[in-house]
């Protein structure tokens, strides 16, 4: 066998030097709009994703169905004001209100923008209309416009790429490069060919996405995931890295699936008229939401969690009482999001007009606790800045956040704050060559390892932890003790080894997951109280506390040990008077 | 095999599957023969390569433990699992 030595010796990888303004981590739904906000000021950027073609990359490569807008077409309920006049209610009193103020009054000109570069926001079914809108459940008015996303990732990343920027495919960034507090830019390789990248610029936009495979789901499928499980983190694990802070990491998503296959589809169920029922035959959602299948998720998840908790699971999703044509419908519709649906109950051989089927609930994931509009991860302000200047976050990896439409406005936010701040910095000193020699070093010593782990065990350990200490079950004294293990589980992170360099892709984000897995506990061991549902589930603390829990919980990295701090939203979130919201 | 590929539907040249797969996880190394499915334990089974092939050469096998899950739902939530099994 061949020595360390000669191993390194023998795989010299090139490195590559570009320089840029602006560095963009991640090309889904935020990167490449922070692209077009980059180029439009006018400063250079390079836009990285680990996925093979930037017009498929991220959550929504195989499309979308709904976008969510105020549009200011007449009703009263469509206006920045009336929406934001809800806003500390729908959030329950914890959000960075300017920010999401900010958020609501750039949807229309989104809209706008968007159309501009191509997307078709008609509803196929109703062609007639310029936009067919619908409320969704717990909103205060009818904001969701439904369309077809089909090509709506090919649109925003021809623009992106169009617009001139510099695009790395099948290229992951391991780390921030940070000289003095501030960026300098990012470490990047080809997770095929394994040449490495270094980008040297002035600022750098974090848009990775959100944090999957974070929990155990039912299949034992680490990559069956309700969201897109290649998005494990890891720009919120490099800003902690260079000294900025995540928010709100205490609040948890999941949703209801059909058992053994985690998946999207529960809003078109529930939306087709299906029914939940426990093992007793009964209708029991009503007892954790007056609108029962038809509340808010994380109310849904409660309602599963709290019956199988006492016994009376297993539950099932019922349509057998619908309309065959309505049925029908619906199944047609499950593929436009997860295209594989459809394949599913087919091979499991079931037929929805004559039984209901067995749900369960998904995987946790950091996304952002089942709300639209506040989110989970990198803590950003209304101009979508970090606690570190330079660094800017936009989409599922920051505190302000919202399906595609909040990841498309912040995204963009961010990418032209970007470029001005990077535009006004001193260019970005290039590296010594030893400094380049030590990045690769460093990058590939699991490639390098001749005994260690796999990225999988490592995972599974991760997965483990968080499920029976912080997931669904959080008190003080095992939360703690979860707390405990996963930072033993630190010292394994340099014994991950990789075969090839997809290998340390998967090595990198194993550790993230574990980072991310880390600032959750932290995070909610700090939240003395439960809310928004099954989002903050404390056995210890039942019951919402609005005296002294109304506050954003933050987490940074001191000396290598995550700490929390927080401080008080100053909201009030009682709905406003008349107004019914549920 | 979560991913099956028809070698005799396959079409030559296409590369479709490998550029789409958000995971990397499909690989055509050589136009002449057909993909190969690399890392299927890293298959996120969102069905895109199947989706988008131009002449469906690919199908999605859910294997046993997703078609027909056993897992007791109770550790999904941190709670101990029960004697029998409840699915
Ligand atoms: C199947 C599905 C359907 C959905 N449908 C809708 C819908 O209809 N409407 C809606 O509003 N929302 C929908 N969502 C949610 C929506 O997709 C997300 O909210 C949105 O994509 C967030 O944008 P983002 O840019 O933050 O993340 P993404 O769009 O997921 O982009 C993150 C990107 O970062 C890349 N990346 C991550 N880490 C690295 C790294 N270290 N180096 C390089 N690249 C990296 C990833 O490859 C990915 O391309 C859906 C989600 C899923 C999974
Ligand atoms: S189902 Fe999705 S993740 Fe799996 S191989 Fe096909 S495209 Fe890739
Ligand atoms: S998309 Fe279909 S035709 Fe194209 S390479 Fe893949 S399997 Fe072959």
């Given amino acids: 066998m061949a020595s360390l030595a000669t191993n390194l010796e023998a795989q010299k990888e090139p490195i590559h030097v570009l320089e840029t303004d602006v560095v963009i981590v991640g090309g889904g739904v935020a990167g490449c709009l922070a692209a077009l906000g980059t180029t439009e000021v006018g400063a250079r950027v390079v836009i990285c994703d680990k996925c093979g073609l930037l017009e498929r990359a991220g959550s929504v490569g195989g499309g979308t169905d709904h976008f969510t807008a105020v549009l200011e077409e007449g009703p009263e309920w469509d206006t920045p004001e009336y929406l934001m006049s809800y806003m500390p209610a729908l959030l329950e009193g914890v959000a960075d209100i300017e920010a999401v103020e900010r958020l609501v009054q750039g949807l229309k000109p989104m809209v706008h923008l968007l159309e501009k570069l191509g997307v078709d926001f008609h509803d196929p079914e109703n062609p007639d209309i310029p936009y067919y809108r619908h409320r969704a459940f717990g909103m205060p008015g009818a904001y969701t416009i439904n369309f077809d996303g089909t090509n709506f990732k090919h649109i925003i990343g021809r623009s992106a790429r169009r617009a001139g920027a510099k695009v790395l495919e099948r290229t992951m960034v391991s780390d921030l490069l940070m000289v003095e507090g501030r960026p300098r830019g990012a470490v990047a390789f080809h997770i095929r060919t394994g040449d490495v990248y270094v980008i040297l610029g002035q600022a750098v936009v974090i848009a990775t996405g959100d944090a999957n495979r974070l929990g155990k789901n039912a299949s034992g499928h680490a990559f069956d995931s309700w969201h897109f499980p290649y998005n494990a983190g890891e720009g919120r694990a490099m800003a902690l890295r260079a000294g900025a802070r995540l928010a709100n990491m205490e609040f948890v998503d999941s949703t209801l699936s059909p058992k053994g296959y985690s998946t999207q589809g529960l809003n078109a169920f529930v939306g087709g008229g299906a029914h939940f029922i426990n093992a007793l035959g009964e209708r029991f959602m009503f007892k954790y939401h007056p609108d029962a299948e038809r509340g808010r998720r994380s109310d849904i998840i409660n309602g599963f969690i709290t019956e199988t908790r006492e016994g009376r699971g297993p539950i099932y999703c019922d349509c057998t009482h619908l309309p065959e044509d309505e049925i029908r419908r619906l199944v047609n519709t499950l593929g436009v999001d997860r295209p594989a649906l459809p394949d599913f109950f087919a091979q499991k051989k079931i037929d929805l007009t004559k039984e209901p089927f067995e749900v369960c609930v998904t995987e946790i994931a950091s996304v952002r606790g089942g709300q639209p509009f506040r989110g989970s991860g990198v803590h950003i302000d209304k101009d979508a800045c970090s606690s570190t200047p330079g660094i800017f976050a936009g989409g599922d990896c920051s505190t302000t956040s919202s399906g595609i439409a909040g990841a498309t406005v912040m995204g963009h936010i961010a990418g032209m704050n970007a470029a001005h701040f990077a535009l006004s910095q001193p260019k970005a000193k290039p590296l010594t060559s030893n400094e380049k020699d030590q990045i690769r070093e460093m990058l590939y010593r699991p490639l390098r390892l001749r005994e260690g782990i796999s990225f999988h065990a490592f995972e599974d350990q991760v997965r483990s932890i968080v499920t029976d200490y912080v997931g669904y079950r959080r008190e003080e004294i095992r939360m703690r003790e979860g707390l405990k293990m996963l930072r033993t589980l630190r010292s394994q992170e340099d014994r991950i080894k990789a075969e090839d360099y997809h290998g340390v892709m998967r090595v990198n984000e194993a550790r993230s997951i574990r980072i991310n897995a880390e600032a959750l506990a932290v995070s909610a061991i700090e939240r003395k109280e439960t809310r928004d549902g099954a989002a903050h589930l404390r056995l210890d603390y039942p019951k919402t506390d609005n005296e002294n829990e109304l506050r954003i919980i933050m987490v940074e990295q001191i000396g290598g040990e995550l700490r929390a701090i927080s401080r008080p939203t100053g909201l009030n979130p009682t709905p406003p008077p008349k107004k019914d919201i549920s | ?87």
Wanted: net charge negative.
């Fill in chain 2, 1 to 87: 095999m979560p991913i099956v590929i028809d070698p005799k539907i396959c079409r030559e040249g296409c590369t479709i599957c490998d550029y789409f797969c958000p995971g990397d996880i499909i690989y055509r190394i050589s136009p002449k023969e057909s993909p190969v499915v690399k890392y299927q334990d890293e298959c996120w089974y969102c069905g895109i390569c199947a989706d988008n092939c131009p002449v469906d050469a690919i199908t999605i096998v859910f294997p046993e433990n997703m078609v027909n899950c056993q897992t007791d739902v109770r550790t999904l939530m941190g709670l101990p699992a029960q004697n029998v099994s409840r699915s």
